[in-house]
């Protein structure tokens, strides 16, 4: 179900008219940021922070773990609601930023955690055919770094605040370039650092206070969790074949529009969780695959050639961005599509009937093939992509299917 759509600004909330600086802090429900609420408002007065001026602020992106909201909602939501610490829910209105963000819950007493607002990261990789790569933290910067800084903009306006990230001693390179976006009004601040904290020290700090071992906090499909926290992820989801089928509903069709899109990187998902042997995850994400709409989708692919640093001109042995073009032939169950796809010619071991595919490594080239997966993609390409498709591959036919 839907968040209801609240006013950006709510009433009767003047905070611009006290001089005294704000205590922002940034609250992903991770064990850094959650220990360092637990060691600042367990004695407010030995930090130097008065709870009165804090304000906990939590970008809503949809797919966590069950688990990291049953532990936030348990341990930490009463302490923040104890110290009457102003506590605000907020996420995206859509997937364009004119479409504002929504508050969901503001409030000293918070009572519950929202799973969602009105558009997720979930939904928008699906409709995109996308998953988050290891490249860049696109995805958190859409769905957190601009949620709260548009939040603060329209809310603390000339306020000076100290903005609260939870960046331990292991995210020195992720401190240094948040100092970068202090300004007049924001002063970034890393307490962790400063206490000389590791993870490993947020998470005793926890189990010493509740007596739990809080895990990480992460989108169910993070790129990031198949590296050192693999053994963890692939615990948890051997723990809740159901979140782990989630993620490989998400991931499958990523696959089949790009063979680059595996969760991993060099791995997807599926091939961890087989070789880790959670068949009750596999199957289930199999009996759900077979359950779902399925279309088969024209992919084209260009890629150009990058300009060569001394020259400036476009050097054929390197690799520069990359164009997509997708389009829906054919809806229905997946025998359907697939028996639909079977009947224009012989598809790959992946998938894939290739109409075109170009030598590798040699700049500009043109991927064009067919495939079936599941429904939902919507369809894509730029305005000028027929355009280059013609410069480069000499047409712009598009087969009669």
Not at 225 to 253: K, Q, V, W, Y
Not at 302 to 320: I, Q
Not at 324 to 338: I, K
Request: aromatic letters at 8%; a neutral charge.
């Amino acid at each position: 179900m839907s968040a209801p759509t609240l006013p950006l600004e709510l009433p009767n909330r003047d905070i611009t008219a006290d001089a005294s600086p704000l205590h922002v802090v940034s609250w992903g429900l991770g064990v850094e940021s959650s220990a360092y609420l637990v060691e600042v408002l367990s004695d407010p007065d030995r930090h130097g922070v008065d709870p009165s001026t804090m304000i906990v602020l939590h970008a809503v992106v949809g797919s966590e773990w069950a688990q990291t909201y049953t532990d936030a909602e348990q341990f930490l939501l009463p302490l923040l609601a104890d110290r009457g610490v102003r506590t605000v829910q907020l996420a995206r209105g859509g997937p364009h930023e004119s479409d504002g963000i929504v508050v969901l819950d503001d409030t000293t007493r918070p009572q519950r955690l929202h799973r969602r607002g009105p558009w997720t990261l979930a939904e928008e990789s699906k409709l995109s055919g996308t998953v988050p790569q290891l490249s860049h933290r696109r995805c958190s910067l859409k769905f957190k770094g601009w949620p709260l800084d548009t939040w603060i903009s329209a809310n603390l306006g000339d306020r000076p605040y100290e903005h609260v990230i939870g960046y331990s001693v292991e995210e020195l390179t992720r401190a240094k370039r948040d100092m970068v976006y202090a300004t007049a009004t924001r002063s970034p601040s890393h307490p962790l650092i400063s206490w000389g904290w590791t993870r490993d020290a947020c998470s005793a700090r926890l189990l010493a206070e509740f007596g739990v071992i809080f895990a990480k906090s992460a989108c169910l499909f993070c790129p990031y969790s198949g590296g050192r926290s693999l053994n963890s992820t692939l615990s948890r989801m051997r723990e809740s074949p159901d979140e782990a089928a989630i993620a490989l509903l998400l991931e499958a069709p990523a696959i089949a529009l790009n063979p680059r899109s595996k969760l991993f990187g060099t791995h997807s998902l599926l091939e961890r969780l087989v070789a880790d042997g959670n068949t009750l995850a596999v199957d289930l994400f199999h009996a759900r695959l077979a359950q779902q709409p399925w279309s088969v989708y024209e992919v084209r692919r260009l890629h150009f050639a990058a300009r060569g640093k001394e020259s400036g001109r476009p050097d054929p042995l390197r690799k520069g961005t990359s164009w997509r073009s997708v389009r829906t032939l054919h809806t229905g169950s997946m025998n359907d599509a697939c028996a639909w796809l079977a009947g224009r010619g012989y598809a790959d071991d992946d998938g894939r009937l290739w109409l075109r595919q170009d030598l590798p490594d040699v700049y500009p080239r043109a991927e064009h093939f067919l495939v079936a997966t599941t429904a939902g993609i919507a369809p894509k390409a730029r305005p000028s992509f027929g355009q280059q498709w013609q410069r480069i591959c000499g047409d712009d036919v598009l087969m009669d299917l």
